[in-house]
């Protein structure tokens, strides 16, 4: 049976790289993938991995319809056997259905990656409608840590390496940012509740 998978994790947990290698063993045995992706770091149309792996993706802008993108590349005698969709926790909860849809009514299998919360732990709308329809959740093995060793759970927004809790849901970025640029960290919960990243804990 043809399945929504929402692999999940926080920021740099490996899961465009996952994405990439998935995509990599179906297309050496003849398979034929579709690439989504909407704001990648690296840019429009790419889905790209820590890694340094890139590949070229659709990018799914706002009012972006994938089942009718899916249907008039098979309309038009394309061939589609699997999709990916990478940074799922930027699309629109209607994005999400047409991609429940695809399965379903295409019988193709949709693999979705991206991150569950933001910065403040509140669920990004693409994300909460995955919980709400995959047929399987995904949390991915390789975990990333917080700076106390503990397991990373949560994603902090930072300015020069402190927390901040205020800001637009969606601000692209890296955790690996400039000191006077937004950037992000990743931090178990206790150190997320008590905004302690790596840089104030030092400054302790
Ligand atoms: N220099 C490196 N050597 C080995 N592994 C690395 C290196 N840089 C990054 N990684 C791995 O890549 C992961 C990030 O992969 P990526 O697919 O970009 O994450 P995500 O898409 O979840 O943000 C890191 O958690 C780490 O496991
Ligand atoms: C927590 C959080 C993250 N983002 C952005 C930052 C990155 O561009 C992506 C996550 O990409 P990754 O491959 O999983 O590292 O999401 C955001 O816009 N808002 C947030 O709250």
């Known amino acids: 049976m043809p399945e929504l998978v929402f692999f999940s994790g926080t920021m740099d947990c490996g899961k ?87 399965v379903d009514d295409l019988a193709l299998d949709v693999f979705a990656f991206g991150i569950t919360t933001d910065f403040r732990t509140k669920l990004f709308p693409g994300s909460q409608r995955l919980v709400e329809l995959a047929d399987r959740i995904e949390v991915l093995q390789v975990e990333a840590l917080c700076w106390c060793g503990a397991r990373a759970t949560h994603n902090a927004r930072t300015v020069a390496g402190q927390m901040v809790v205020e800001g637009a849901q969606v601000v692209v970025g890296d955790v690996a940012g400039a000191q006077d640029t937004v950037g992000y960290e990743v931090l178990c919960r206790r150190h997320h509740i008590r905004r302690m990243t790596a840089v104030s804990y030092t400054h302790l």
Request: charged share 25%.
């Open 16 to 102: 465009s790289t996952l994405a990439l290698q998935i995509e990599h063993n179906r297309s050496a045995r003849g398979l034929q993938g579709m690439i989504f992706t909407r704001d990648d770091r690296a840019g429009e149309g790419k889905l790209s991995s820590r890694l340094g792996l890139v590949t070229e993706a659709v990018e799914a802008a706002d009012g972006f319809d994938f089942y009718a993108y899916v249907v008039a590349h098979l309309s038009a005698g394309g061939r589609a056997d699997y999709v990916i969709a990478d940074e799922a926790q930027f699309l629109a909860p209607e994005q999400i259905d047409q991609l429940a849809r695809v």
